[in-house]
Structure formats: structure tokens, C-alpha cells
């Protein structure tokens, strides 16, 4: 029987103390890349924000030649792999714990890549965070950890060939042959959210399907750090149906570091492998970020994403060095190096300083004040559970 226990740091000060290290699971890079599409939404749910897109693709269109396309544009998170793997190792070491970090991009392997030719993160995972088409209307999150090393790029490429040409059938072997690397952790990251938006009860549909058909090669399933209680509760429900570990997942993208981890004995990150698919363990801990408002934390994220880092590297300073789109010849660049003159056009500017003005003090204390004490936060799991 899978034995998952969870804590929270704000109420058990006390509960890393049996235990040596601290793993922090699905956090992001520079390296990844994240879609834009997200902004289209926004001209269909906010009134306000449709007039200043439409001028903004109708401009961009006539002057320059350039068709805004949210689909294939892209930003990447600021934190450069040595900067994400530091934030996250900080904050377990100042737990007394060892830090164990896997960090897992988007369909690529290049963090952990680059991270094992500096001494302090030799030893790090190669991990990725893998969108795999399923029944030709959704993609499941996998975070696939701990490649081996060997043949790591190999599995990115058979990865990549998947999701160019998928098959459910085929995704099954894909699993198959990901269970049968012995140190190799597959998780269902963020299970309960409808990434394509297809309809929540369609896409809890598939996912017991997918479950049926492959929960035996699926390792544990990922309670998220960046979604909320409900959600989390529900993945709590869909562990216990299927008999299923839950594991920690933090989903960093900004500079907050992962809101849980994974406590552990464990000496390195294979032998905790082992705990998650051998023994069948998994002690979960919350850190006190969870409890603020997720609206808050969803914010501060933004804020993060469009914030100036003059003490970052070239190329990852602002916000618009860290977003991309097809330049007029098609080429995907920087929008840096697309605005004329080097400067974003002015409703742009006007947006990007309107969210920025909402995370400045008083109105961000002020919202958080409000989004606290909103009916819709529950901030209560329980003490600590185990099941």
C-alpha cells in the first residue's frame, strides 16, 4: 500500500527534523518555454484589456508587417538554471536538510545539461517536464526525472518524434519502456487541471482513462505548489481511487521557490527514486508560501515575469529580452530586437505599467488583504494526513 503523509511547515515547525535531506521537484528555467496564449484569453474574458489588444495586433499588422500569433510566441522564467537550482537549494538548506533539486523544463534537458559542468550541481537529475498528446484532445504534464545519463538525449529525441506524431497506443510503450530504466521517476504533474480547457469533466474523463490504461507506469501524482486547495484535494481523491502516491511538485516559474518539497532519508536522488517506486513512500511538506492567496501568489508570479534584473546576464535582464515572437521575415526573436527602435509601442508600455502598478505597495497589500479573507480560500487540509 503507497504511504503519502503530508505537513505544513507553518503549523509543524518541527517536522524536517526526522529527516536528512529535502527534495524540491518541477521547478522551471530560463530554459523553458512557457506560451503566450494566455494573453488571447484575456482579450475574451476582460472587456478592458480587448480594445488595447485588438489596436496592438491591428498596428503591429500595419506598420510592421508582423502578424501577432500568441500561439507560437513565447516567454521563458528569469531564473537562469544556476540561479533556479541556488533559490531552491537555499531554501531547503536553511531547513538543516541536504537539498536534492531536479529541475524540469518544458521538453528540453539543457538546465540540467548545463548545471552538471558546475561543481555544487554536479550531481543534479536530468529531468524534463513532458507535454504528451493524448486522445487528440489533450496533453498530460509527465515530469520525467532522472534520466540516465547515457542515453538522455536519445529519450528527448524518442520524446519529441511521440509528440510530433502521436499515438495512444504508442504512448503506452513510450511508459513501458520509461518504467523499465530502474532509476527513473515518472509523475502526473498538476492531474486535475484542464490544460486545453476542453471542459473539466471531459478532461477528468481522460484522465481516468489514461489512468486505466498506464497508472501502473505512472510513479506518483504530483500535489501542484502554484494550484490551488480544491485542486489539490481532488488529485488527494484521485490518488485514493487509484491507489496512487502523491509527491510534491512546487511548478516554480518565477522567483518564489517551490511552496512544497519532498522530506526524505535519502543520500542522493536515485536512492529517493527507489523510496517513491520501491518502498512506496512519500512525505510531503508544505511550505508557508501555500498559505497565502493564490490570486496573491499568482500576481507576485506576473510580477516576476515582467520585472527588470539589471543584475542578471545579458539576455535575461527584461522583460522583453525574456519574451520571443516571428520577427517579419519569420524568424522567432526577442522582442528587444523587434521593437522599432528598440522600445516597446506605447499601449504596450501602458499595460505592462498598469500591472506593475498593482504589485507595488499599498494596492498589492491591500489586495492580498482582500483576496485573504475572500469565500472562496480554504485554507484547510487538516494536520497532518496520512493515507
Same mark, same amino acid.
Given at each position: 500500500?503507497?504511504?503519502?503523509?503530508?505537513?505544513? @511547515?507553518?503549523? *509543524?515547525?518541527? !517536522?524536517?527534523?526526522?529527516?536528512?535531506?529535502?527534495? +524540491? %521537484?518541477?521547478? /522551471?528555467? &530560463?530554459?523553458?518555454?512557457?506560451?503566450?496564449?494566455?494573453?488571447?484569453?484575456?482579450?475574451?474574458?476582460?472587456?478592458?484589456?480587448?480594445?488595447?489588444?485588438?489596436?496592438?495586433?491591428?498596428?503591429?499588422?500595419?506598420?510592421?508587417?508582423?502578424?501577432?500569433?500568441?500561439?507560437?510566441?513565447?516567454?521563458?522564467?528569469?531564473?537562469?538554471?544556476?540561479?533556479?537550482?541556488? @533559490?531552491?537549494? *537555499?531554501?531547503? !538548506?536553511?531547513?538543516?536538510?541536504?537539498?536534492?533539486? +531536479? %529541475?524540469?523544463? /518544458?521538453? &528540453?534537458?539543457?538546465?540540467?545539461?548545463?548545471?552538471?559542468?558546475?561543481?555544487?550541481?554536479?550531481?543534479?537529475?536530468?529531468?524534463?517536464?513532458?507535454?504528451?498528446?493524448?486522445?487528440?484532445?489533450?496533453?498530460?504534464?509527465?515530469?520525467?526525472?532522472?534520466?540516465?545519463?547515457?542515453?538522455?538525449?536519445?529519450?528527448?529525441?524518442?520524446?519529441?518524434?511521440?509528440?510530433?506524431?502521436?499515438? *495512444?497506443?504508442?504512448?503506452?510503450?513510450?511508459?513501458?519502456?520509461?518504467?523499465?530504466?530502474?532509476?527513473?521517476?515518472?509523475?502526473?504533474?498538476?492531474?486535475?487541471?484542464?490544460?486545453?480547457?476542453?471542459?473539466?469533466?471531459?478532461?477528468?474523463?481522460?484522465?481516468?482513462?489514461?489512468?486505466?490504461?498506464?497508472?501502473?507506469?505512472?510513479?506518483?501524482?504530483?500535489?501542484?505548489?502554484?494550484?490551488?486547495?480544491?485542486?489539490?484535494?481532488?488529485?488527494?481523491?484521485?490518488?485514493?481511487?487509484?491507489?496512487?502516491?502523491?509527491?510534491?511538485?512546487?511548478?516554480?516559474?518565477?522567483?518564489?521557490?517551490?511552496?512544497?518539497?519532498?522530506?526524505?532519508?535519502?543520500?542522493?536522488?536515485?536512492?529517493?527514486?527507489?523510496?517513491?517506486?520501491?518502498?512506496?513512500?512519500?512525505?510531503?511538506?508544505?511550505?508557508?508560501?501555500?498559505?497565502?492567496?493564490?490570486?496573491?501568489?499568482?500576481?507576485?508570479?506576473?510580477?516576476?515575469?515582467?520585472?527588470?534584473?539589471?543584475?542578471?546576464?545579458?539576455?535575461?535582464?527584461?522583460?522583453?529580452?525574456?519574451?520571443?515572437?516571428?520577427?517579419?521575415?519569420?524568424?522567432?526573436?526577442?522582442?528587444?530586437?523587434?521593437?522599432?527602435?528598440?522600445?516597446?509601442?506605447?499601449?504596450?508600455?501602458?499595460?505592462?505599467?498598469?500591472?506593475?502598478?498593482?504589485?507595488?505597495?499599498?494596492?498589492?497589500?491591500?489586495?492580498?488583504?482582500?483576496?485573504?479573507?475572500?469565500?472562496?480560500?480554504?485554507?484547510?487540509?487538516?494536520?497532518?494526513?496520512?493515507?
Amino acid at each position: 500500500m503507497p504511504k503519502s503523509t503530508i505537513s505544513y @511547515l507553518w503549523r *509543524d515547525p518541527g !517536522a524536517p527534523g526526522p529527516f536528512q535531506a529535502g527534495i +524540491s %521537484l518541477h521547478g /522551471h528555467t &530560463n530554459e523553458s518555454q512557457e506560451t503566450l496564449d494566455f494573453v488571447a484569453d484575456w482579450g475574451s474574458q476582460y472587456s478592458l484589456v480587448q480594445p488595447l489588444l485588438a489596436r496592438l495586433q491591428r498596428r503591429s499588422q500595419e506598420r510592421h508587417g508582423i502578424q501577432i500569433d500568441w500561439t507560437t510566441s513565447y516567454w521563458t522564467p528569469p531564473l537562469t538554471p544556476k540561479l533556479a537550482f541556488d @533559490l531552491e537549494s *537555499d531554501q531547503i !538548506a536553511k531547513l538543516g536538510l541536504m537539498p536534492l533539486v +531536479s %529541475l524540469s523544463d /518544458h521538453d &528540453n534537458i539543457q538546465a540540467p545539461l548545463k548545471l552538471r559542468s558546475v561543481p555544487s550541481a554536479r550531481h543534479i537529475p536530468i529531468s524534463v517536464e513532458w507535454s504528451a498528446p493524448y486522445a487528440g484532445k489533450q496533453a498530460f504534464h509527465l515530469g520525467i526525472h532522472n534520466l540516465p545519463s547515457a542515453r538522455a538525449t536519445q529519450w528527448m529525441a524518442d520524446l519529441a518524434d511521440f509528440t510530433k506524431n502521436p499515438n *495512444d497506443a504508442r504512448l503506452t510503450e513510450v511508459l513501458v519502456a520509461l518504467n523499465k530504466e530502474p532509476n527513473v521517476l515518472v509523475v502526473f504533474n498538476h492531474p486535475i487541471w484542464d490544460l486545453f480547457r476542453i471542459g473539466q469533466e471531459k478532461h477528468e474523463f481522460l484522465v481516468n482513462e489514461f489512468l486505466q490504461k498506464n497508472g501502473a507506469y505512472i510513479h506518483a501524482l504530483e500535489l501542484n505548489g502554484l494550484r490551488g486547495w480544491e485542486e489539490n484535494r481532488a488529485t488527494h481523491r484521485l490518488g485514493e481511487s487509484w491507489n496512487m502516491l502523491l509527491i510534491s511538485g512546487g511548478d516554480r516559474h518565477g522567483i518564489e521557490p517551490n511552496a512544497n518539497i519532498n522530506l526524505s532519508n535519502a543520500t542522493s536522488f536515485t536512492e529517493f527514486v527507489a523510496e517513491i517506486r520501491k518502498e512506496r513512500i512519500s512525505n510531503i511538506l508544505f511550505m508557508p508560501q501555500y498559505a497565502e492567496p493564490l490570486k496573491h501568489r499568482f500576481m507576485q508570479s506576473t510580477m516576476d515575469a515582467i520585472r527588470d534584473y539589471p543584475d542578471f546576464p545579458q539576455g535575461s535582464q527584461t522583460w522583453d529580452q525574456r519574451t520571443f515572437h516571428q520577427n517579419a521575415d519569420g524568424v522567432i526573436r526577442p522582442l528587444s530586437e523587434i521593437w522599432p527602435g528598440g522600445r516597446a509601442p506605447r499601449v504596450l508600455q501602458a499595460i505592462i505599467s498598469s500591472v506593475r502598478l498593482m504589485g507595488r505597495r499599498p494596492i498589492s497589500a491591500s489586495l492580498r488583504y482582500a483576496w485573504k479573507n475572500s469565500r472562496e480560500l480554504g485554507f484547510d487540509l487538516g494536520d497532518q494526513e496520512a493515507y
